[in-house]
């Protein structure tokens, strides 16, 4: 399984970032990314066993549960990746918090971590024909709300993301829901 931890947004901010991965599409070429697929990773796990799931699902349980509001209020894109972004001029504490707790975590749960510095941000567009004016744009405010460790499906239909467990942000104590990872959907309360 291909795992990653993401800020999953409500359907309202995903209908917005969607709109703007749309539009951004159509000024630069390239595909948007699926209204589905809209989210940002805070730690990236990797190819990961089953038997890893218990440790990363305990980790994410763990996690503060503060909620915060994400300013995505720059446009870039990484010439490397292949890719066109938005992401905030200033990361807010409680999301750094989040990605030092989590990459901990990882790690204790013996996966490698990335070394690159963390610069958080929404993919909108992936292979890009011309760069975006990179810059200042008008501010989308995403009230963050969910946590996920999510599962990387790749599909004739190209990748789908999907749930293996989350919890809610800004809640003491949050309801989890999640997906077997053998693909069978699963629901409970924690």
């Known amino acids: 399984m291909r795992l990653f931890y993401a800020l999953v947004p409500d359907d309202a901010v995903r209908a917005t ?27 990236f796990v990797g190819n990961a066993a089953e038997a890893s799931l218990p440790c990363l699902r305990a980790a994410l349980q763990a996690m503060p549960r503060t909620a915060f509001t994400l300013s995505l209020d720059r446009i870039g894109a990484w010439r490397a ?13 409680a999301l ?33 024909l011309r760069p975006p004016r990179e810059g200042a744009v008008a501010p989308i405010a995403w009230h963050v709300r969910r ?15 999907r749930e293996v467990d ?21 629901a409970r309360r924690r």
């Open 147 to 161: 946590l996920a460790l999510m599962r990387s499906d790749g599909t004739p239909d190209g990748v789908r993301y």
């Open 96 to 128: 750094a918090t989040l990605h030092d707790r989590l990459d901990a975590a990882v790690a204790a749960c013996g996966r490698p971590t990335e070394t690159r510095p963390f610069r958080p941000h929404v993919t909108l567009v992936r292979r890009p």
């Open 17 to 43: 970032l969607a709109g703007a991965a749309t539009a951004l599409a159509g000024d630069v070429g390239g595909r948007a990314i699926p209204a589905a697929n809209v989210h940002a990773t805070v730690v």
């Open 81 to 93: 990746a292949r890719v066109a972004w938005l992401a905030p001029s200033v990361v807010p504490p």
């Open 166 to 186: 989350a919890v809610a942000l800004g809640e003491a104590a949050s309801s989890v829901s999640g997906e077997d990872p053998s693909g069978g959907d699963a």
